[in-house]
């Protein structure tokens, strides 16, 4: 895989980490991860040493990493016009992934040795997946008979969408509630109108997930629902090849929360065997491209994923970072059409993302001053969303 630092898109200022919200993400959310890593796997003194030194090394110079594999190399360059920085002025995309990357190499998931392969959030994710949101979501499956068919796919399409504030990087800061689903007013761009009828009629999906768990599963129940029924579709998630933003998705989250529908209550049961069947017969599958995980915008996708999106229907984009991806991690007029940000992208293209993060295109005018005059936090607080399709 080729993957050139290229040119970003950055036709408006780059965010960094300076104030606000990125700050707060660096200098609170960060340092309070790794001491949860610590707390959750019972790594040896080398390893705890080696995280501990990474809580001190964010608040200094920017540092070159410290091992050599995998993508080390083209870590390099990626870093090379960011040394000898503080983490706090160069973008916060690219900070962030970072701080991901050290942590990896930190806790020994690299190897070679006994640490390689285990994931730092395991014990979170594990925990997330055994837990009573989960299983209440699980129970709540059975509610699914009683959904009038015409309104189901825009019930799923909700529940994938919401189930987007259940990112436990984010529950750092704010402890999740058992909340209500948001009402359709918290939705401030909602292309439903024109993403319903294509989503109804794909034969060829491509989902991007992000979150394990509550976000996750709704992700799963749809693609089931796509693929039960369309006997000729083929739904393909995309998800992260190691470890990254605390609770993202690797291969083997997915089939952990299959398993876990598998082994829930009647309906969830249902769902979870026809996905394992979905799975074993090549009609859902798992790529797991190292692009996931690198500090890039999608404009600068290699070429087989450029060529993967123009060939689907449909590629559906989850959660927060995926649209900070998307649109460029860069300080737009939050008027500024989304079609015009995302004309590059090589197919048709939904984000369904709730704010957790201060980016953001396609809202018009007026909702605009009304938002800027209510909660202060409106940009992070995960109670608003927007589903764009271009
Ligand atoms: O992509 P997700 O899971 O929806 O959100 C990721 C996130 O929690 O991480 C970043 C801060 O670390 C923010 O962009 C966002 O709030």
């Known amino acids: 895989m080729d993957l050139e630092p290229g040119a970003p898109i950055a036709k408006a200022p780059v965010i960094t980490s300076e104030d606000g919200f990125p700050h707060s993400v660096l200098r609170e959310r960060h340092p309070e991860l790794l001491a949860k890593v610590l707390g959750g796997v019972p790594y040896p003194p080398e390893i705890r040493l080696a995280v501990n030194g990474l809580a001190q090394e964010i608040e200094g110079p920017i540092l070159p990493l410290s091992d050599t594999h995998g993508d080390a190399a083209q870590w390099a360059v990626w870093a090379e016009p960011y040394l000898g920085k503080s983490w706090y002025e160069v973008p916060f995309l690219w900070a962030e992934n970072y701080f991901y990357r050290k942590l990896l190499a930190a806790t020994g998931w690299f190897g070679p040795g006994p640490w390689q392969g285990v994931d730092p959030f395991g014990p979170q994710k594990d925990a997330e997946l055994a837990g009573a949101a989960v299983q209440a979501e699980l129970e709540a499956l059975a509610g ?31 402890p999740a509630g058992g909340e209500e689903r948001p009402a359709d ?21 491509i989902l991007v997930t992000d979150n394990i768990g509550r976000e996750l599963l709704p992700d799963l129940v749809l693609a089931d629902q796509l693929l039960t029924l369309r006997p000729d579709a083929v739904v393909h998630f995309h998800v992260k090849p190691s470890p990254y933003f605390t609770s993202d998705a690797t291969p083997i989250d997915v089939l952990k929360t299959v398993q876990r529908l598998v082994e829930g209550p009647a309906a969830a049961a249902a769902i979870g065997t026809r996905l394992r069947e979905y799975l074993s017969a090549g009609r859902l599958t798992l790529t797991a491209h190292p692009f996931y995980v690198a500090p890039l915008t999608f404009d600068q996708a290699p070429a087989d994923l450029q060529k993967a999106y123009a060939a689907a229907d449909l590629t559906v984009l989850k959660g927060d970072l995926n649209y900070r991806r998307l649109v460029g991690d860069v300080a737009w007029p939050a008027t500024t059409a989304f079609e015009e940000v995302t004309s590059y992208w090589p197919g048709r293209v939904a984000a369904l993302r709730t704010l957790k993060s201060d980016v953001l295109v396609g809202v018009d005018q007026a909702r605009l001053a009304e938002l800027d005059a209510g909660e202060a936090n409106w940009r992070t607080s995960g109670h608003y969303a927007v589903i764009q399709m271009n």
């Open 185 to 205: 007013a918290n939705l401030i761009c909602d292309h439903r109108p024109a993403l319903l009828p294509v989503l109804s009629g794909v034969d060829h999906l």
């Open 144 to 174: 699914l008979a009683s959904v009038p068919p015409a309104e189901l796919l825009d019930s799923l399409l909700l529940g994938a969408l919401w189930g987007n504030r259940a990112d436990l990087g984010f529950q750092l800061q704010r």
